[in-house]
């Protein structure tokens, strides 16, 4: 019986995924946009949940995983695609389909590195893809649509990266350099300042990318 509520967060995950692609579909964008950010919220309190029940196993795994490429890869692709890359024509489509494939792929490699890789994720987390877009949509803001087809593009290759993002569980390998965060931080005032406040609601999904950057940069060029 206790293997019900982990299923149940993540059932909710997925459920907000499909219920953000029916509002995307009608046009209501900002609502979803609020429902991959409660997917998200979803998705963060099944594994939790799982471990804290002692009914952590593959199963919940896997259909949390088959979750994600809904809410996180096809959802955000599908809005941010209707919200702003169909201008471009059927070019448009193209970094959409990208951005969701690479998500597919991300998520195989992660269930099959679990038992290798710990202390931090290997490339993007999808569901700090599918918030960013979700953000970007909410916050209203109105960038060429030719940037955004290069941003997603970038996205999806991030979530297949070899770039080392914190997992904020302790006991990480890498070095967090305090440094690598104000730079950060830097960067986010200057995007304020200079596209759009607007995208300050982005802020904590796009510092993070760009924290797992700078502080890979560093890492790397602290090894050699």
Known sequence: MKNVIPCLFTSGNLSFGVLSMIMTLHGLYTWAGVCILLA?????????????????GDFGKELDSLSDVVSFGAASAFLIYSYSLQSLGWIGAIPAIIYAALGGIRLARFNLNTGVIHGYFQGMPIPNGGCLIATYVISGAVLPAWLLAIFVVLLGYHLVSKVHNPDFKGASPDVLHKSALAIALVFGALVLAFVDWHLVITMPFLLYIVFGLVNTAMNVAAAR
């Open 40 to 56: 998200m919220v979803c998705d963060a309190c099944d594994g939790r949940s799982a471990r804290a029940l002692g009914v952590a």
